[in-house]
Structures are given as C-alpha cells and as structure tokens.
C-alpha cells in the first residue's frame, strides 16, 4: 500500500525464538498500530504509538512489546514466539484532529506479514 | 464498550445484482466509520470513510450510508461483478480525541458474486 511498508512478507520461526516485525510509514501520521487478525476472532489491537517513544496496550498485547524510535518506523517483537502467534499481522497509520475534518483518510493498512511458528 | 456487527457474515449473489451490506454500532459516539475490503490473503485497502458528521459518501459504484442515531451503517453495491468477490469490513473510530483512534471492526461479509 502507498505510504506504508512492513517486512518480512512472510516468515517461518520455531518456538522460543525472538521475532522483529517492522512497519515503515512515508506518511508522517503521527499514529500507527499493530493488529493481528485471526479466523474467528478478527482484527484486534495489539500496541499502538501515537508519537515517537509514545506507545501503549492494545487488546492482546501479552507476549508481544513495540518500539517506536522515529516517527516512520514502528517495531513489533515477539518476545519468545510460541504457536499461537501464528497469524497475520497487519500495520496501520492515521491522523488524528480534534474534529473529523475534510481530507481525513482514516486509516491505511500495510500488506501484512504472515508469520508461523513451529 | 463499542460492539460492531456486520450482517450477513456470507452473501452469493449473481453478477449485475444490487447489493446492500450492513453494519451496525451499539455507541453512537464515533469520530467516523470506515469500509474497508479484503481479498484472500491480502491487507484492507480502504473504500470509504464517513465522517460523524455526514450522512453518506460516494465512489464509483459503491455508496456507504451512516445513521448515527441508530447506529446503523450501510454498503451499497450497485451493479454487482465477480471481481467484486472479497470480505467486506466495517469500522468504528470511538470519538475520543487524543487517544489514537482504535478501530473497532466487524466481523466481515464475505461477498461471492457469480458471473
């Protein structure tokens, strides 16, 4: 998607390992996010970082810790990886304004990283 | 707490239908709502976001509608395709100012047109 890469695509890792998922932004959004999404449970939140060195929990943010060093890069790691964690992970970005203004694109989705742990 | 519910979770229609997807909130409080489609294995490409305050918005052959007083969004589809073929998600941006928006999303209608 314009404006926002992550990488790896896809990646195969045993359990126990560390694993580092990045999201790259050319957007300047002061927001990005990391979600996981799930057959049956949907996308859901796992940290999110609304500026540099500013981040916070999402909804299932156990085993997982993010870092945000500078505005266009957004780090995930899974601490020891186990198997469920197997999913697909998606990075987000958005803007935010006191009030909805015209030119709000809301949010924009990166391709995703598939990641399995065996 | 925010739930959204998109029904039908599955829709087969044939090619040249009409179509309406929907989307309901249970908090009328939101910043905007957001529809978004995924095709199999790939991430969410955005089709349309409705601010609080409007009441639809448009593009090409797709018309998103929004009640807020009854927490209700809809998807319309005119003119139906195969390559239409995709999961259809719904999201709500909660109105709180500040805390980084948080979309709350639908469980998804998957669409399967049938030339």
């Known amino acids: 998607d314009a404006g926002i890469t992550q990488s790896p695509r896809h990646k195969v890792t045993e359990t126990g390992t560390p694993v580092t998922l990045r999201c790259h932004q050319t957007?300047?959004?002061?927001?990005m996010y990391w979600y996981r999404q799930d057959p049956g449970h949907g996308l859901r939140l796992i940290h999110y970082s609304y500026g540099v060195k500013d981040t916070d929990k999402g909804e299932v943010s156990d085993g997982y810790s993010v870092s945000r060093s500078k505005t266009e890069d957004f780090l995930l790691t899974l601490e020891s990886a186990t198997s469920s964690q197997t999913s697909v992970y998606f990075c987000?970005?958005?803007?935010?304004?006191?009030?909805?203004?015209?030119?709000?694109?809301?949010?924009?989705f990166g391709s995703g990283t598939r990641l399995t742990v065996v | 707490k925010q739930e959204v519910t998109q029904i039908p979770a599955a829709l087969s229609v044939p090619e040249g239908e009409n179509l309406v997807l929907n989307c309901s909130f249970t908090d009328s409080a939101i910043y905007n709502l957001q529809w978004f489609r995924q095709d199999p294995g790939k991430g969410l490409t955005s089709l349309l976001l409705?601010?609080?305050?409007?009441r639809e918005q448009t593009s090409g052959r797709l018309n998103a509608s929004l009640d807020k007083s009854s927490g209700r969004s809809t998807l319309y589809i005119a003119a139906s395709q195969p390559g239409d073929s995709a999961t259809y998600l719904c999201a709500v941006r909660p109105l709180i100012y500040n805390q980084g928006g948080k979309l709350i999303f639908g469980q998804g209608t998957e669409l399967s047109v049938k030339p």
């Open positions: 987000a970005i958005s803007e935010e304004w006191e009030r909805p203004r015209q030119g709000d694109h809301g949010y924009t």
């Open positions: 409705i601010q609080s305050s409007q």
């Open positions: 957007e300047n959004h002061r927001y």
